[in-house]
């Protein structure tokens, strides 16, 4: 089993509608929780960044994090075609260098 | 402020040669991490490089080495390729002695082993 899951897709929305993804993992012990977008053939590029439990929202991307659950998610609101891309999301432990990530999800939005 | 800028782009190698991939990290950077990426996957962790010292190590064999210089930049070599090495090979740059965050990475050197 996969330290971090998440389904990849792909997943296809019309323009402006609500993108919906979510990472479980079997780790307690992370701490710090990220979502990561990447452009195809460009690296990751960090959009949230969540300590422990909690949500945090920036603009159109809201970040909840559930550790009881051990699932992740990130919701996209008014999606453009822009933000057609594949999201990963990673998570890392207390004093640890290394990041986990999942396998990512190919989103398009669709204008 | 150039990011993290990471060279060659690509590359082919044959199987068994050696290969040296450079990064040079975000100005005020100090912290280098190096991540393997197969297709469809997630970066996979190889080693993060502070003070010119191997911080800590992924899963990866002794094939893997790497190297930091004063200045900050990092190379990655990879000895006796193997076909599976084939990979988006990615840095990431960050600073500060405590657990970082790999808020920045480079767009990656694609490695081809044939």
């Known amino acids: 089993q996969k330290e971090v899951e998440q389904d990849p897709g792909p997943l296809s929305v019309p323009e402006g509608a609500i993108v919906s993804l979510n990472c479980t993992y079997s780790?307690?012990?992370?701490?710090?929780f990220m979502w990561y977008r990447q452009y195809s053939r460009k690296g990751p590029e960090l959009l949230m960044y969540?300590?422990?439990?909690g949500n945090k929202e920036d603009g159109r991307f809201t970040a909840q994090v559930d550790k009881s659950s051990k699932y992740i998610s990130l919701f996209i609101r008014d999606s453009q075609p822009s933000d057609s891309a594949t999201y990963l999301c990673?998570?890392?432990?207390?004093?640890?260098?290394?990041?986990?990530f999942g396998a990512g999800t190919t989103v398009t939005v669709r204008a | 402020d150039a990011g993290v800028t990471q060279s060659p782009t690509h590359l082919i190698k044959t199987r068994g040669q050696q290969v040296t991939l450079r990064c040079s990290p975000k100005?005020?950077?100090?912290?280098v991490s190096w991540y393997q990426q197969a297709l469809g996957q997630g970066p996979q962790f190889i080693f993060q490089?502070?003070?010119?010292?191997e911080r800590q190590r992924g899963n990866f064999p002794d094939r893997f080495s790497g190297h930091q210089f004063p200045n900050y930049s990092s190379e990655l070599n990879v000895n006796a390729l193997l076909l599976g090495d084939s990979a988006l090979y990615l840095c990431a740059s960050s600073w500060g002695q405590g657990a970082g965050t790999e808020a920045f990475f480079g767009q990656g050197t694609r490695l081809t082993v044939v």
């Open positions: 780790n307690s012990a992370f701490q710090y």
């Open positions: 490089y502070y003070e010119e010292e």
């Open positions: 969540t300590y422990s439990s």
């Open positions: 990673a998570m890392r432990r207390s004093n640890d260098y290394k990041l986990s």
């Open positions: 100005s005020g950077h100090d912290t």
